[in-house]
């Protein structure tokens, strides 16, 4: 019986599965790479939002001490007015329908076991700790915090930036530190007309919808929220107001690639900002749990 020849398939299958495994760790390698590249970019955008924080605090601290470098409260008022005036009538809609929802949704499940005056304090407590300054920060990085990316943006591609430099004008003193303070500032002030007016959208759908009396909705609302419910409500929204002026003057300062580069900033700012916010807010109810604020 005669010795077999070559195998020609067996031959040729050997380069394949070389090729294929080349392929596959090579594409591993791709992955990991990228993976690295984001995380650095995550790492690099942390750090350096968080150095123009500190910067930003250094200057409000100079301003309130040295005679010559005093914060410009006009640019801080106007800038007040871009961000917050501006947006109490979007705050304003949104938050009523808010308390419209939450009466709506409770009123079924508490009127089964006939507590349905309660949802008062489903409504105020939802919206004083949680809803009111979330809700309202929320709106206010898509109304404040995308317009303070592009408009910074905008001027560092026309080169503004550099002509502040070059004249030895501080672009944090003069431009971050208007917007940081109104963002916050603001943010406070509408969280307090947020809590009001999603109460109030709760107050007249129990009352006009639900046949709750108005008395018993009062003194119920009156006998659930405590001082410090509102309180922490007004801490979460100054948090916010950090976070969302930080993260829109980070990428506006950042921005590279012309016209394409100021749209990407802003999109940035938007989509930063809301995971930055529900992360912070998570975080914050976590903690105020576990100290039984």
Request: hydrophobic share 55%; with cysteine; aromatic share 6%.
């Amino acid at each position: 019986m005669g010795e077999s020849g070559p195998n020609p398939a067996s031959d040729a299958a050997g380069p394949a599965r070389a090729s294929h495994l080349r392929k596959a760790v090579s594409g591993v390698g791709d992955a990991a790479a990228e993976g690295m590249d984001q995380a650095a970019a995550r790492v690099r955008f942390v750090g350096g939002a968080s150095a123009l924080f500190g910067e930003s605090c250094k200057w409000c601290a100079r301003g309130l001490v040295v005679p010559g470098q005093r914060v410009g409260f006009r640019a801080v008022a106007e800038q007040a007015v871009r961000v917050g005036v501006q947006a109490i009538p979007i705050v304003a809609i949104v938050q009523v329908f808010i308390g419209v929802i939450l009466a709506l949704q409770m009123a079924p499940t508490l009127e089964e076991y006939g507590q349905l005056e309660r949802v008062a304090d489903v409504v105020g407590i939802a919206i004083f700790r949680e809803l009111g300054p979330l809700i309202t920060a929320i709106v206010l990085s898509g109304f404040a915090g995308a317009s303070i990316a592009a408009e910074l943006g905008a001027m560092v591609e026309s080169e503004e930036i550099k002509a502040l430099r070059a004249h030895a004008l501080n672009p944090i003193r003069f431009l971050v530190i208007p917007r940081f303070l109104a963002t916050v500032v603001m943010l406070v002030a509408l969280a307090v007309l947020a809590d009001v007016i999603g109460v109030f959208g709760g107050f007249a759908t129990s009352v006009l919808v639900l046949g709750v009396p108005a008395n018993a909705y009062l003194n119920a609302t009156q006998d659930a929220l405590l001082l410090k419910d509102f309180l922490t409500g007004l801490f979460k929204a100054g948090v916010f107001g950090v976070l969302i002026s930080m993260i829109a003057c980070y990428e506006g300062l950042n921005v590279t690639g012309g016209a394409v580069g100021v749209g990407r900033a802003t999109t940035a700012t938007v989509v930063k900002s809301i995971v930055a916010l529900i992360a912070t807010d998570a975080a914050f109810t976590a903690i105020f749990y576990a100290l039984e604020l």
